[in-house]
């Protein structure tokens, strides 16, 4: 009580000191002035907002477009397996009592149970036929069999499902790896290393397998190790290099040089050799064994500290520029097909092979019946197991399945249309959907796509000009460690453009690898040498079905200089244009020679200009890659391809793709032998397709840590046309600009569609990366 009183007391006092008045008037005068200055700024800033113009919202779609995303209840011949049809498929499935096919929720490798289902394509004479029925191919594991095998079943899509045609075997050891394996490999090498050698893996690389916390160590991808290469055909055989990492982000960059092998007879796994530090044993217990000998050289890998991510974003940073459509979309999609001005095409996402497009056509001209990828392959060198055999064909896992969920402003524009793909999956009996997993955009390139000034040309002098603006259908498949862009691009003049481009994160060997195999890229990791090879086919319709290939070779002209005062004049050299046609597809099966440049023409021989000039298209590879592994050694026989930047062969139904989803083991005998595709059948005036391979070697370094940059990664090639168009048809396009005077005296003319970029409207709010967390597992999932 007593310091209450001293406090009242000296207020008192202070109360009835006049400088306490003024000091109080001075404070309560700058409050008011504050509050006066705040009255004026609000209402002027009111009265500013009251003088601007109120702009409407931009259209999102103008007169005529259409951006319908709904599943079609009667979908097109080239339509993916809807939501609806997947189910029914199951049912029907189901139904097959004979075939005991099991519930996801009870499937696992000795059960019989659904893998993978995807649209047939029908015979192309059927694909523009009204009562042609759609077609399923439906995978079943039969694990439960006494011989246990793959079957490929035909399932008609008609009001009552039925099978068509016999169904297709495959060995089961040629099987693709799936989820119920992958869980059951883990198992068994996890179970067994933590018995007999979690003390090692704790002192090794001071992480454990088990409850581990944040010093984790484990296995993400996995290398195959078929029967051909292990020496063993004709023995059921199955095996599976497991490398273990330390699990700490980027995982692939932790390699700790362990590694188990496990092999699988029929449905049955087993561990089988280890790899530690560069030795080679027998199976655990030897490692185990030769370990508490003191036979074995130690490792002591330090457990890396996780990387902050304070220097990813910098905060308060400027906006990069964005791109905006300011009459609305110039395109329309429906049933999964999109029509802008001039181009016209279906596209889809095959779950085994990825992105595939249908009916391409230009102007109403049919160019391109079918263009899709085929098939990615990746072949690593190393000293260790998982390196050496990591020749991976990535439809092994399904290409189709990962195309995932695309990030606005990264992945695509914000302005781009963003579809969903639906799949079945062996892991659910309801059909799955990867939310946002192609775009198409348009996109100003920044560039003319052609362009002239001529000032002193009669009559008055003028500039001529078109902006590149390109439409763009994209997908972006994330295979283990690599993420793989695919663009397909529509040029306004006619041109195709199928582009790949890489990013990810890098594989890589433990350090002790060696120089000869790569850098050094981080204290652990030596970045190893390696390759990225890509197949598409491209179904080439130019002026019907019926077509011929033929190079026009540019080769030295030499001749005589009657021109030159010499006594004895030099002759004159030049180039000449040689034409070359092919008959057969062996004749057409082209490796590139830098020596003899040539362009690539596909053509109607009886399809020809005023001029005489065959109306073609000239196919033109800008990725290309040598393939400098022999042939027929290892793995490469499954991917014969490689071995030709193009090959060209008489279409034929027996013949859909260039690869499969069991070319990883399948070395004992192929399911699909691409270089059987290469006879000696006529290719003049037949139904051709084109097999296009891109190509690149990979040196990594360490700028491609942690996440590896997209330059120099682009690979394409484009399909122009060639003496097809009286002239350039992009000219007299809404986007064309043309500059002139019309006398001596006049004005400059100005002939285009807009004479300013002013908006007269608001663009529409775009899709934006906070748009994510509205449901997030859909895009990352949730950590267990």
């Not at 018995?195 to 984790?216: A, P, V």
């Amino acid at each position: 009580m007593g310091e209450r009183y001293e406090f009242t007391e000296a207020s008192s006092r202070k109360s009835k000191d006049p400088r306490f008045w003024r000091l109080l008037s001075m404070f309560l005068g700058i409050i008011c002035l504050a509050l006066l200055i705040t009255v004026i700024v609000l209402a002027t800033q009111r009265k500013e907002n009251e003088n601007m113009p109120s702009f409407p919202e931009c259209n999102q779609a103008s007169a005529g477009r259409v951006i319908d995303l709904t599943e079609p209840e009667n979908p097109p011949i080239f339509h993916d397996l809807t939501r609806g049809e997947i189910e029914k498929i199951f049912n029907f499935m189901y139904m097959q009592k004979s075939l005991d096919i099991k519930q996801p929720s009870e499937a696992s490798l000795g059960t019989n149970y659904i893998y993978s289902m995807e649209l047939i394509l029908p015979e192309k004479k059927d694909a523009f036929q009204s009562n042609t029925n759609r077609k399923s191919l439906v995978t079943v594991f039969h694990g439960a069999r006494p011989t246990p095998v793959v079957t490929e079943y035909c399932v008609e899509l008609t009001t009552q499902l039925q099978f068509c045609g016999p169904p297709r075997s495959i060995h089961f050891s040629f099987r693709p790896i799936t989820m119920h394996e992958y869980f059951v490999l883990m198992y068994t090498a996890y179970s067994q290393a933590i018995g007999m050698i979690s003390d090692i893996l704790s002192e090794s690389f001071h992480g454990t397998l088990w409850e581990c916390g944040n010093t984790c160590i484990g296995v993400e991808s996995v290398s195959i190790f078929s029967a051909v290469v292990a020496g063993v055909e004709g023995e059921n055989y199955r095996g599976i290099w497991l490398p273990f990492l330390q699990l700490i982000e980027p995982k692939h960059l932790h390699p700790v040089d362990f590694a188990i092998l496990v092999t699988i007879n029929g449905t049955s796994p087993k561990t089988d050799s280890v790899w530690y530090n560069g030795q080679r044993f027998e199976s655990l217990q030897d490692f185990r064994d030769k370990w508490d000998k003191n036979q074995v050289t130690k490792l002591n890998v330090e457990y890396p500290k996780m990387r902050t991510h304070d220097d990813v974003v910098k905060e308060n940073y400027q906006r990069p520029p964005m791109e905006i459509e300011p009459d609305g979309k110039r395109y329309s999609i429906k049933d999964q097909t999109v029509t802008s001005d001039n181009w016209k095409f279906s596209f889809g996402i095959s779950p085994t092979h990825g992105p595939q497009l249908y009916n391409i056509r230009y102007k109403d001209d049919l160019i391109v019946y079918e263009l899709g990828l085929q098939e990615v392959c990746v072949f690593y060198s190393s000293t260790e197991p998982f390196g050496m055999f990591a020749n991976t064909f990535d439809s092994i896992v399904m290409i189709g399945r990962y195309v995932k969920t695309l990030v606005p402003g990264v992945d695509c524009p914000s302005h781009a249309t963003f579809i969903d793909a639906t799949f079945m999956s062996e892991t659910s009996n309801t059909p799955v959907t990867n939310k946002k997993a192609i775009c198409v955009f348009e996109h100003n390139t920044g560039s003319p796509l052609r362009r002239h000034h001529a000032p002193t040309e009669n009559p008055s002098g003028y500039y001529e000009g078109a902006p590149n603006v390109v439409l763009i259908l994209r997908v972006i498949a994330t295979l283990a460690n690599y993420d793989y862009l695919f663009d397909f691009i529509f040029y306004q003049n006619g041109v195709i453009e199928t582009k790949v481009t890489a990013s990810g994160i890098i594989a890589s060997s433990y350090k002790s690898a060696g120089p000869k195999y790569g850098f050094q890229v981080n204290e652990q990791a030596l970045g190893t040498l390696h390759n990225h090879f890509f197949n598409f086919k491209v179904d080439l319709d130019i002026g019907g079905p019926q077509n011929s290939y033929s190079t026009y070779n540019v080769e030295v002209d030499e001749v005589p200089n009657n021109f030159s005062k010499a006594n004895s004049p030099s002759n004159w050299f030049q180039e000449k244009i040689v034409k070359v046609d092919y008959a057969t597809e062996r004749e057409a099966a082209y490796k590139f020679d830098f020596n003899k440049p040539k362009y690539h023409v596909f053509y109607n021989e009886n399809n020809l200009d005023k001029y005489g000039n065959p109306r073609a298209y000239r196919l033109l590879p800008k990725g290309l890659a040598k393939k400098v592994m022999p042939d027929g050694v290892g793995n490469e026989p499954g991917a014969p391809w490689m071995r030709y930047q193009m090959a060209v062969t008489q279409r034929k139904e027996s013949e859909p793709y260039s690869s499969s989803k069991y070319a990883s083991f399948d070395g004992e005998n192929r399911t699909v032998n691409f270089q059987d595709f290469i006879g000696d059948e006529n290719i003049r005036n037949e139904d051709l397709v084109a097999w296009v391979t891109l190509g690149v070697h990979h040196i990594p370094r360490t700028e491609d840590l942690p996440i590896m940059p997209t330059p120099g990664t682009e690979m394409s090639f484009l399909l122009l046309p060639f003496n097809y168009f009286p002239e350039d048809p992009s000219v007299g396009i809404g986007d064309n600009i043309r500059l002139q005077y019309d006398s001596r005296d006049s004005p400059l003319k100005i002939m285009a569609q807009s004479k300013t970029n002013d908006l007269t409207c608001k663009p529409p709010k775009t899709y934006s990366v906070e748009d994510l967390t509205k449901d997030p597992d859909v895009f990352i999932e949730r950590p267990k």
